[in-house]
C-alpha cells in the first residue's frame, strides 16, 4: 500500500545531542514538508521541499536541518540548537500544483529530549 | 498566520449531525477550503475539500456560502470514531503549496 513512514515512534534524546527523523513515501509525491506539533496546538510548518535538491525554510525552521536528496526521502534533523526540542513531528506528502489533492500525513514521530 | 477562524471547542450527541463551522473571510478567488481532522496522537486525515459548491463524500459534506467567506463541514451521523480536532485550511496556492495550520475545533462526541 502506498503511504509516507515515519520512524522512529518514539525517540529520546540526551540534551545536547542531533537527532534525525525520517520520513518516506512511495506515493511518487514532488512536495514533502516537515511539522512540528507542541501539546494542544495546531500544526507549525518547519521545512518543505517541492522538489528533489530544493526546500524553503517554514515558520519555525531555527535549530532544524533537512535534506531532499531523493524524491522518496526528507530527514529531518533537530540540531543541538534547537533550544525546545521535545514536540511530535510530523511529516506530509502532496501533489504539486493540483487541488485535487490533499495532504498525506505519516503517523508521526513523537521526540523527548531527557 | 492560518486564514481561517474556528471555534476551539464543540459538543456533539452520537447519532446526530455535527456541524462545524469556519470562517474564511479573506479568501481568494482561487483558493480551496480543505477540512483534515486528527485523531489524538496520529497523522491528520485528509476528509474534504471544496472552491463554491457544495461537496459530499462517504465522510462528511462541506457547505460553502455563496460569498465563500464561511464553510460548514457536516458529519450526518456522528459516532464516538469522530472525536478529534478539525481543521479547516485555505489553501495558499500554485506556486506555494505549503498549508498554513490553525489550532482547530477539538470535537467532543457524547455518548
Known amino acids: 500500500d502506498g503511504g509516507i513512514t515515519q520512524s522512529p515512534k518514539y525517540l529520546f534524546r540526551k540534551e545536547g545531542q542531533n537527532v534525525t527523523l525520517s520520513c518516506e513515501q512511495n506515493l511518487n509525491h514532488d512536495a514533502m514538508y516537515w511539522y512540528r506539533q507542541d501539546p494542544g496546538q495546531g500544526l507549525r510548518l518547519i521545512y518543505y521541499?517541492?522538489?528533489?535538491?530544493?526546500?524553503q525554510k517554514g515558520d519555525i525552521a531555527e535549530g532544524y536541518s533537512v535534506s531532499r536528496e531523493k524524491k522518496e526521502s526528507f530527514p529531518l534533523t533537530v540540531t543541538s540548537a534547537q533550544k525546545n526540542p521535545t514536540a511530535f513531528y510530523l511529516c506530509?506528502?502532496?501533489?504539486?500544483?493540483?487541488?485535487?489533492?490533499?495532504?498525506?500525513f505519516g503517523s508521526g514521530t513523537r521526540l523527548t529530549v531527557v | 498566520d492560518a486564514k481561517t477562524t474556528q471555534p476551539p471547542s464543540m459538543d456533539c450527541a452520537e447519532g446526530r449531525a455535527a456541524n462545524l463551522p469556519c470562517n474564511h473571510s479573506?479568501?481568494?478567488?482561487?483558493?480551496?477550503v480543505y477540512w483534515y481532522r486528527q485523531i489524538h496522537s496520529q497523522g491528520p486525515q485528509y476528509i474534504i475539500h471544496?472552491?463554491?459548491n457544495n461537496e459530499t463524500n462517504e465522510m462528511a459534506s462541506l457547505i460553502i456560502t455563496e460569498d465563500r467567506k464561511s464553510s460548514t463541514l457536516i458529519l450526518p451521523h456522528a459516532t464516538l470514531r469522530d472525536t478529534a480536532v478539525y481543521y479547516c485550511?485555505?489553501?495558499?496556492?500554485?506556486?506555494?503549496?505549503?498549508?498554513?495550520f490553525g489550532k482547530g475545533t477539538r470535537l467532543h462526541i457524547l455518548p
Open positions: 506530509a506528502s502532496s501533489i504539486r500544483g493540483t487541488e485535487n489533492y490533499g495532504y498525506t
Open positions: 485550511i485555505v489553501r495558499v496556492g500554485d506556486r506555494d503549496d505549503k498549508i498554513i
Open positions: 479573506t479568501i481568494s478567488g482561487n483558493e480551496y
Open positions: 471544496g472552491l463554491k
Open positions: 521541499s517541492q522538489i528533489v535538491n530544493d526546500f
